[in-house]
């Protein structure tokens, strides 16, 4: 381990990646790391460099890096063989498992990226509801698809239901199916909805749109209106799922979609996504019922793996243990608090919002943080400029995102990063 090997596979990255890394996220050339390994809350890069990891390889790692029930899960699962297409009883169990756990889900549909479930989410309800538009709200990520790039990270308010595409490539004609309206905006959204009504397949919602939470009475006014004309309520849960609570944000905010999209921690760390729901709309995936010109095609190589589906059956074994989300909340309340207090005690207008086992930090005096707009008079300069200051000091944060903290980020962790939280802050005054 030593910054000379780290400095000549960043060059080696930069030569055979396309764009030097593994998608947008870019770090000065001075921060930029290569990770060696992970243990717990901790990743080392390869100069040998320690951090307390707060990406959490953008949440995936809710246990912790190499947790042990996983990695003994892994190992008992590779010399049996890794990938069959056939049925296998981990997929079987793990469908089981997150059928009792989440409130909407009667059955599962295996995907392998959070992307591909909100895509394959969103033709399940075109072919259910046999209408072709989708609605999305202004600031929700959906993933990489040409349904989810619009309106997802404007600078201004859109010409509501069109939006701008958030990346060159997407086709324009896919944007005359997307309505996007502003999230928390209850009367407008569901003034949208109604207008649109007869064209509408779906509508999906982030629940907790990146840090925003919902206000009261907004997911009930939009799974009110999208019941009433049949549209289908899609709940992307990739963030919130075995996060905010076992139930998803379903049962943290007390309003149950008709279907829903989990990833990240539902597979421990491996890739494995799905969508899960009601079987009366599942069943268009029915190929035992239907014609195949009649069935939704959501079919992939690796759905379903077996090594995934294991990781995810211990992952959630460990979630099932008493007392885990109270943990992750008052682990999180307490980092909250302090990055709250520390900020303010330097003179910065420092919010957290979000929940607390995955929040953001954004300097803006707007109050309160209802939607996307609002989120937007965010200093992003200063913003970047305290994470940097936060990296050098031994925090892995993705600047002006989101931290997410796992299972394994204890008591001392949480000193030492207040510590260095205030450190950072005085560093930018
Ligand atoms: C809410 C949400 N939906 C969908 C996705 C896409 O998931 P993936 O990156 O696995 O394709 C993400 C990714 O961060 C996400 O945060």
Not at 314 to 323: F, N, S
Request: with cysteine; net charge neutral; glycine share 10%.
């Amino acid at each position: 381990m030593d910054a000379a090997r780290q400095a000549e596979l960043l060059n080696d990255a930069g030569k055979y990646l396309a764009g030097g890394g593994t998608g947008l996220f870019i770090l000065p050339p001075e921060l930029n790391l290569v990770v060696a390994r992970g243990e717990g809350s901790q990743v080392w890069d390869v100069a040998g460099r320690e951090y307390i990891d707060y990406h959490l390889s953008s949440g995936p790692a809710l246990l912790g890096h190499a947790h042990p029930a996983i990695t003994e899960a892994v190992n008992a699962q590779l010399p049996k063989g890794t990938t069959f297409f056939f049925l296998n009883e981990p997929a079987i169990r793990l469908a089981q498992k997150m059928v009792e756990a989440i409130p909407c889900a009667e059955e599962v549909l295996y995907t392998g990226s959070g992307t591909e479930a909100t895509f394959y989410a969103l033709r399940v309800a075109r072919a259910y509801a046999g209408r072709n538009k989708v609605l999305k709200f202004e600031g929700a990520w959906h993933g990489m698809h040409d349904y989810g790039l619009w309106g997802t990270v404007p600078g201004q308010p859109s010409a509501y239901p069109r939006a701008q595409p958030d990346s060159i490539g997407v086709p324009a004609q896919t944007g005359e199916t997307v309505l996007v309206t502003p999230f928390n905006e209850t009367a407008r959204a569901v003034e949208m909805i109604e207008r649109h009504a007869k064209e509408l397949a779906a509508v999906m919602v982030e629940p907790l749109q990146r840090v925003l939470q919902p206000e009261p009475g907004f997911l009930e006014a939009v799974r009110e209106v999208t019941r009433r004309h049949g549209i289908v309520m899609i709940y992307d849960e990739i963030v919130t799922g075995f996060r905010v609570a076992w139930g998803g944000a379903q049962e943290r905010y007390g309003v149950v979609p008709d279907l829903a999209c989990y990833g990240k921690a539902i597979s421990g760390g491996f890739p494995l996504a799905a969508v899960v729901g009601r079987s009366e709309i599942m069943g268009v995936l029915d190929a035992r019922r239907r014609p195949k010109s009649e069935t939704v095609w959501a079919t992939n190589t690796l759905n379903g793996n077996p090594v995934c589906a294991a990781a995810g059956l211990a992952a959630l074994d460990v979630l099932a243990r008493p007392g885990v989300y109270d943990r992750l909340h008052r682990v999180g309340s307490r980092l909250r608090a302090g990055m709250i207090e520390s900020g303010q005690r330097h003179g910065f207008p420092v919010q957290a919002p979000g929940e607390d086992a995955v929040w953001g930090v954004r300097f803006t005096e707007r109050r309160p943080l209802r939607t996307w707009m609002d989120l937007t008079t965010h200093d992003k300069d200063l913003g970047w400029r305290w994470a940097i200051e936060l990296m050098k000091r031994g925090l892995l944060v993705n600047p002006n995102e989101k931290f997410y903290i796992s299972l394994a980020h204890t008591d001392a962790d949480v000193d030492r990063t207040l510590q260095i939280v205030d450190d950072a802050f005085a560093a930018v005054k």
